[in-house]
């Protein structure tokens, strides 16, 4: 991440086996909103594309989104939206991706009822699919980043954070590549207001995939 006089911008550089060299940064997009320090994140598939995460304004400057771009065939594609949901926060995105060229992002959308944690695939044959909801909590208030990871048959894990009445639990939902999202299961059950139970991590989902957590 650099600061320039458009605010802070996220730029990359790629090193492939056939060059052995880094190319020259690229800007990922120029930034809407000069205040914005976004994490971004990245992954890398088996067959050499890369896909990098941020958020930031949309392009009218009023709304804060998604935004994606993808390094494929040796050349950045254009940064896109990953959603196009006006009617709230979107952040705590996340992203995975797997030998077999498959990735997967997922996000929170705040809205009037409270948070709701959306995912979108991708699969090199078809493009990206439309996004799906994960789950959603009436009057969710702090949630940290989400996690996620995709093994090789293109199964996915994600694992969130809820705050709901002043109670924090853990959830994690799992779907194989082409089946729809199970609800989502507590992965803790005590349900106290005194306790602090968030910042899930995922292992490597080419083996089982353990949830852990903070809870104290």
């Known amino acids: 991440t650099s ?20 190319t020259a940064p690229t800007q990922m997009k120029p930034a ?12 890398m598939s088996g067959t050499g594309e890369a896909f990098v995460i941020w958020e930031d304004l949309d392009d009218a400057g009023t709304q ?18 990953v959603e196009t949901y006006d009617g709230g926060i979107c952040d705590a995105s996340n992203v995975a991706a797997n030998t077999a060229g498959q ?9 009037n009822s409270g948070s709701e944690i959306m995912a979108r695939r991708y699969a090199p044959a078809t493009g990206f699919a439309a996004p799906v909801s994960l789950g959603q909590a ?6 940290p980043a989400i996690s996620v ?17 002043s109670k924090y639990n853990v959830y994690a939902s799992h779907a194989a ?4 999202w199970p609800a989502a299961t507590a992965m803790e ?17 080419s083996k089982p995939a353990p949830v852990v957590g903070c809870d104290g």
Do not use: C
Request: charged share 15%.
């Open 103 to 111: 990735a997967i992002i997922v996000w929170r959308q705040l809205n």
């Open 138 to 143: 009436t009057g969710a208030a702090w949630d």
């Open 177 to 180: 590549n082409g089946q729809a």
């Open 189 to 205: 059950t005590d349900n106290q207001s005194a306790l602090l139970s968030s910042d899930p991590s995922l292992a490597d989902s």
């Open 64 to 81: 804060s989104s998604v935004w994606m771009r993808r390094f494929s065939a040796g050349a950045w594609m254009t940064a896109t939206l």
């Open 32 to 43: 809407k909103y000069v205040n914005s320090f976004p994490p971004h994140k990245v992954a």
């Open 3 to 22: 600061m320039g006089s458009d605010g802070f911008s996220a730029y990359a550089t790629v090193r492939t086996s056939a060059t052995a060299a880094w």
């Open 149 to 165: 990871a995709l093994d090789e048959t293109g199964a996915a894990t994600a694992a969130w954070a809820f705050t709901v009445q």
